[in-house]
């Protein structure tokens, strides 16, 4: 609640700039069936991805590979890798 006649108070002060650093992102580079594609996603995700490739026994390459071969016509890959990585790890936490 803001008291009368007090301005409420911002967190944005002209002239600053914002302090925060972006994410740390690595940029892949993957040999798929319709040629070389550049993967950018961050660099949590991808220590996600390789944890998951390693627990199927594969490489995240070949992991990736796997999960993009399902995508969905007009979806990013990276968009799509996201959600995979996500549902996966969920139905672990749900399945065993």
């Not at 609640?1 to 925060?20: D, L, W």
């Not at 991808?46 to 990736?64: C, D, Y």
């Amino acid at each position: 609640m803001i008291a009368k006649g007090k301005a409420p108070v911002s967190a944005f002060k002209p002239g600053t700039t914002n302090t925060a650093s972006p994410p740390a992102v690595t940029l892949k580079h993957l040999k798929a069936p319709h040629g070389q594609t550049t993967i950018k996603l961050e660099t949590e995700f991808w220590s996600a991805i390789t944890m998951l490739a390693e627990k199927a026994g594969q490489s995240w390459q070949q992991w990736a590979l796997v999960a993009l071969a399902d995508k969905r016509a007009g979806t990013g890959a990276v968009s799509w890798l996201r959600v995979q990585r996500l549902t996966q790890s969920i139905q672990g936490a749900t399945h065993g």
